[in-house]
């Protein structure tokens, strides 16, 4: 199984929502991301988790709190977020690896609408 | 801070044309990842490449890693309208998380 999934596929949300993205491999992979892609433009790194810990987070915003329950599942909650916030929302995994980078699997994304 | 600089940014061409695209990063990579995104999908892993000046070929898609390890060419021959979508090369400092450069969108008229 190569798949990462990702709920729900689209969301509509208010700027007092809150609203949690989940993700969900069963690779064995101890590397999590979360991306946010906007139209036409590359994914931007928000968060990685290694081993279920935190190690990376870009400078995020904390209207965006991640968390890792287990080795399997991601979550991206959401609460008071902002019109310019709306984007795809990509979560892949990988390999923990320590001299380089792993092929990370894509989910098929998120698309998120803030209204 | 650390750049991948992807050029061109639209490439358009008729079908069985050849297209290449190409990358370079301010800083040397570990290794350098390919990945295709099709329209309204996500990015599918295309391949890796980690040695000095390795070339890796995949059917008519022929992969390059320059030997300083700061660019890379991916280069499709015949192209076919199923090879539509945006190509993106992403790398990292060694030890680092990857870095997306801002991707080659194709379009393939028949």
């Known amino acids: 199984d190569t798949e990462v999934t990702q709920t729900p596929k689209h969301l509509v949300m208010g700027m007092t929502n809150k609203k949690s993205l989940k993700c969900e491999q069963h690779?064995?992979?101890?590397?999590m991301y979360w991306y946010k892609q906007k139209a036409k433009k590359p994914p931007e790194l928000m968060f990685v988790?290694?081993?279920?810990?935190?190690?990376i987070n870009e400078s995020v915003p904390s209207r965006f709190s991640p968390e890792c329950p287990n080795s399997s599942l991601l979550n991206l909650h959401l609460h008071a977020l902002q019109p310019e916030d709306s984007a795809l929302y990509l979560c892949?995994?990988?390999?923990?690896?320590?001299?380089?980078?792993?092929?990370?699997?894509f989910g098929p994304g998120t698309r998120l609408l803030v209204l | 801070g650390q750049q991948v600089m992807q050029i061109p940014q639209y490439q358009h061409v008729q079908e069985g044309e050849d297209f290449t695209t190409y990358c370079n990063s301010s800083?040397?990579?570990?290794?350098i990842q390919w990945y295709k995104q099709r329209p309204g999908g996500h990015p599918v892993f295309l391949i890796q490449?980690?040695?000095?000046?390795e070339v890796k070929k995949q059917k008519r898609l022929t992969f390059q890693f320059g030997e300083a390890k700061k660019n890379s060419s991916l280069h499709i021959t015949a192209t076919q309208t199923t090879d539509v979508g945006t190509y993106f090369c992403?790398?990292?400092?060694?030890?680092?998380?990857?870095?997306f450069g801002k991707g080659t969108t194709l379009s393939v008229s028949s």
């Open positions: 892949a995994s990988s390999q923990v690896s320590s001299g380089g980078q792993e092929t990370q699997y």
């Open positions: 690779m064995g992979h101890r590397a």
């Open positions: 988790y290694s081993y279920e810990k935190l190690s």
């Open positions: 800083t040397t990579l570990s290794n």
């Open positions: 490449l980690v040695k000095s000046g």
């Open positions: 992403a790398g990292p400092p060694t030890g680092t998380a990857l870095i």
